[in-house]
């Protein structure tokens, strides 16, 4: 039998150091030097001093507008990406330190289990994406690692028979701010307010009471959020449309790229899609081998050139991940009826999972949620939490024979690590990115129209004041801007033709040839943009190459009559430009 005496606080103090030093040293070493685009978003409001209230992101904004507003106040004149990235560094400290502190609770009694453990977790794709990410989605963490901290204790005294009913309070403030900061944890909230009255050994009878006090804190803290919120937007729509509209903006046309697509194909996609990001995705970067089997799968165009070498790391270690996920949630569904903790964990992840079903969502920020949960089951399985299992067999160590899977696990979290780093952190903190700007740039002469795809990875490309009066159209941007409006992306030869009426060039980035960047056009290509039709409408243009930065190569447009006094290279009519 495993020992029960705690762990001494020295040792539990020498962890947590270890732990903070060295994601701390990660952090700097990885710091993100590619801008996210959501976090320019919230640049942009620090730079006019206006607000804007997101439903889908009620707290987030406000917390980095804030944030940043103290720091400069402390006298850090620091630029508000740099304020973000340590505001996402000090969530993923506290937020590692909780979920160390809930292991401990749980009565892992094996330092090096714990740290193993918690260095899964940060290990993990969709966790490790979002420590290192400008855009600071991860300071909801540190309220959902204290759910499951404080819903550990619960557990922990009830099995010695005391009770701990005031964290089910705790509980439901966490819930409620963690609703504020992203709008996808409501169904966690109403859910976790179902499974805790079940929180005695095997399916017991229903505790009400239990769900009444987590369901009452989070509603008392979380209706005064999104009413005030509701006020402070100064929106004229009602209450329930503002809510579930896409950034509260009912008439937005990006709420038609968000949302299940009640058809076969569309059922197909969204199934297709979670079973590969739990399976897969949300463990392992994949570098986009989960758009790739989709492109064969429904015979689509390949919009980007896949990175079969960066592919192929990721496929060495996809067995490991895929079995280390099946045997999770084969525990999980044996253990669900005769574990309370095993319960709860269970039904959070298929909270998030069905929820990522319904928006069909796949970014990063939608999956990074689910993993606290998994490594808890995956120690629960072993048999390592004595303080929280009822069961006998669940209270005794079980790694397999001759403790194969202890040192299976001791190799698997630090490939994981050197893989995801590899293949989704390191492009991230490319330190190439500084001289792409420069040389786009000097590619770039006052008085140009530059013609981009927008919404994509090369954030290099965005214009800064070394640029000087360059205008910019982003066709994603215009694809979204309402039909008939000279913003629309069907205007965009007019505004070329002035264009070249006024004498200026017009410069075009990624139309004409494909990158390794997939972003936007299977976004343009939902609304109705695919790449070959904008190409189509510029048809009456001709272009030629005049640079390539990284694997991106920049057209000059030009009449078909008249091309450039500079041109060395042949006129290519764009109608049959090579992709």
């Known amino acids: ?117 918690v260095g899964g977790l940060f290990a993990s794709h969709t966790f490790l994406t979002l420590t290192v990410n400008q855009y600071y989605v991860i300071v909801q963490m540190p309220m959902l690692m204290g759910v499951i901290y404080y819903y550990v204790d619960f557990l922990a005294a009830a099995r010695r028979g005391q009770s701990r009913e005031r964290n089910l309070y705790y509980i439901g403030l966490l819930l409620a701010g963690a609703v504020g900061v992203m709008f996808n944890n409501l169904p966690l909230a109403i859910v976790a307010g179902v499974v805790v009255g079940f929180s005695g050994a095997g399916m ?28 402070l937007s100064g929106t004229d729509a009602a209450f329930h449309t503002w809510l579930t509209a896409y950034q509260g903006d009912a008439s937005s046309r990006l709420n038609e790229l968000y949302g299940l697509d009640l058809t076969v194909t569309g059922l197909i996609e969204a199934t297709a899609l979670v079973g590969f990001n739990a399976l897969l995705g949300a463990t392992l970067a994949t570098a986009g081998l989960g758009t790739v089997l989709k492109v064969l799968a429904f015979s689509q165009p390949f919009e980007f050139i896949p990175n079969y070498g960066t592919i192929a790391l990721s496929l060495l270690l996809a067995p490991a991940v895929v079995a280390f996920v099946m045997g999770v949630a084969w525990f999980a569904f044996r253990r669900a009826l005769s574990e309370p903790l095993v319960r709860f964990l269970l039904a959070w992840v298929l909270v998030y999972l069905a929820f990522n079903f319904l928006w069909v969502a796949g970014d990063d920020i939608f999956w990074g949620q689910i993993l ?42 630090p490939a994981l690590l050197v893989v995801n780093t590899a293949t989704a952190v390191q492009p991230m903190s490319d330190r190439s990115f500084l001289e792409k700007q420069r040389q786009h740039a000097e590619l770039l002469h006052p008085g140009d129209m530059e013609i981009i795809p927008g919404w994509d990875q090369r954030k290099w490309m ?5 640029a000087g009066n360059v205008r910019k159209l982003v066709l994603m941007n215009m694809a979204l801007a309402k039909e008939g409006t000279p913003e629309h992306i069907s205007r965009a030869p007019e505004q070329i033709e002035a264009q070249l009426n006024a004498g200026g060039r017009v410069i075009v980035a990624r139309l004409y040839d494909k990158d390794h960047d997939l972003m936007p056009w299977y976004a343009l290509a939902e609304m109705g943009w695919p790449r070959q039709r904008i190409q189509q409408l510029l048809s009456g243009f001709c272009h030629r190459p005049v640079a390539t930065i990284g694997d991106v190569v920049f057209h000059e447009l030009h009449r078909c009559d008249s091309r450039p006094q500079t041109s060395t290279t042949p006129d290519k009519p764009l109608a049959t430009a090579t992709g």
Not at 80 to 99: H, N, R, V
Not at 389 to 409: D, I, K, N, V
Request: proline share 7%.
């Open 1 to 117: 039998m495993m020992s029960t005496t705690a762990p001494s606080a020295p040792r539990t103090a020498a962890e947590r150091i270890a732990i903070v030093a060295f994601a701390l040293v990660y952090l700097i070493v990885f710091n993100r030097t590619l801008p996210h685009g959501d976090a320019q978003r919230v640049v942009r409001q620090i730079e006019s001093a206006e607000l804007l209230w997101n439903p889908n992101h009620l707290l987030l904004e406000p917390i980095g507008y804030y944030f940043h507003a103290l720091l400069t106040a402390l006298g850090l004149a620091l630029d508000p990406l740099a304020s973000f990235e340590i505001l996402s560094g000090i969530a993923t400290l506290i937020s590692l330190t909780i979920f160390h502190a809930a292991l401990l609770r749980a009565g892992i009694a094996s330092p090096a289990t714990r740290l193993l453990c």
């Open 204 to 231: 017991r009878p229903w505790q009400p009471r239990y769900t009444l006090k987590l369901w009452a804190s989070a509603a008392a803290l979380g209706f005064p959020i999104f009413i005030a919120g509701y006020l």
């Open 372 to 413: 606290p949960a998994v490594w808890m089951l995956a120690m629960l399985g072993q048999g390592v939490m004595p303080q929280v299992t009822f069961a006998t067999g669940l209270a005794t160590p079980s790694w397999g024979r001759r403790q194969w899977r202890r040192f299976a696990l001791m190799a698997f979290v």
């Open 462 to 466: 965005q214009l800064g004041e070394e």
